[in-house]
């Protein structure tokens, strides 16, 4: 099915420093969310955003609505040991409730 | 906190098996959705429900995959015969509805290995 230009796939960190991944599609959309999936595990829904510009926290995530409208940015401050897992952003697009996912980002710290 | 069960969590069957999966959403969530992922991939969604009835299963493989929400309660997504293609994570999520900012919250998942 159809899905959403996430990047990067993958990242290696050391522990204590920035992230950022994002997510582009060539088509507007009017909502963007951030979910992260730890292995064996169901997606746990991190930000929900509704509107353009808009730049959302949740404790060392933040998250930010792409002003045009097509694409979204995920940071996450002085990473720890539990940031471990699968970043997915989905969004939704017209009157369609469905969500188009992303491939995701893998996060991995390394020790 | 409230949460989506699924059961089993995991499932090892042989092809051509039949198996079931089984989901309960969270209390007073009239949407319900059933997605398969694939390793490294996002969620695909495979059926909705908008409390018992069938909103989108256009998805779903209906000559051997099956979902029921007889109840507008709990679910079941079945499969038979089963096929070594299946082998996936079988997600459900609920939601209050389907407007805009009703988000959805996803169970642990089931996962399936067909032998």
């Known amino acids: 099915g159809q899905q959403l230009n996430q990047s990067p796939q993958s990242m290696f960190i050391q522990e204590g420093e920035d992230v950022s991944m994002n997510c582009t599609s060539s088509?507007?959309?009017?909502?963007w969310l951030w979910y992260k999936q730890e292995p064996g595990e169901g997606p746990v829904l991190l930000i929900a955003?509704?509107?353009a510009g808009e730049l959302t926290s949740n404790g060392r995530l933040t998250a930010q609505f792409g002003i045009t409208r097509k694409d979204s940015f995920l940071n996450i401050s002085a990473s720890i040991p539990s940031d471990v897992g699968i970043y997915f952003c989905a969004g939704r697009r017209g009157s369609n409730y469905q969500l188009i996912w992303g491939a995701g980002t893998k996060l991995i710290i390394k020790p | 906190e409230a949460e989506v069960a699924q059961s089993p969590r995991y499932k090892i069957t042989e092809k051509s098996q039949a198996v079931a999966f089984w989901c309960d959403p969270i209390?007073?969530?009239?949407?319900l959705y059933w997605y398969r992922q694939i390793l490294g991939q996002g969620p695909e969604l495979l059926v909705q429900f908008q409390d018992e009835s069938v909103v989108d299963d256009s998805q779903l493989p209906k000559d051997r995959f099956s979902a029921e929400r007889l109840k507008g309660v709990d679910s079941t997504l079945k499969i038979q015969p089963a096929e070594l293609g299946d082998s996936a994570m079988y997600l459900c999520a609920s939601s209050l509805g389907s407007m805009l900012e009703n988000e959805q919250f996803f169970g642990p998942g089931t996962r399936l290995t067909v032998l």
């Open positions: 088509s507007i959309f009017n909502t």
């Open positions: 209390s007073g969530h009239a949407t």
């Open positions: 955003l509704y509107k």
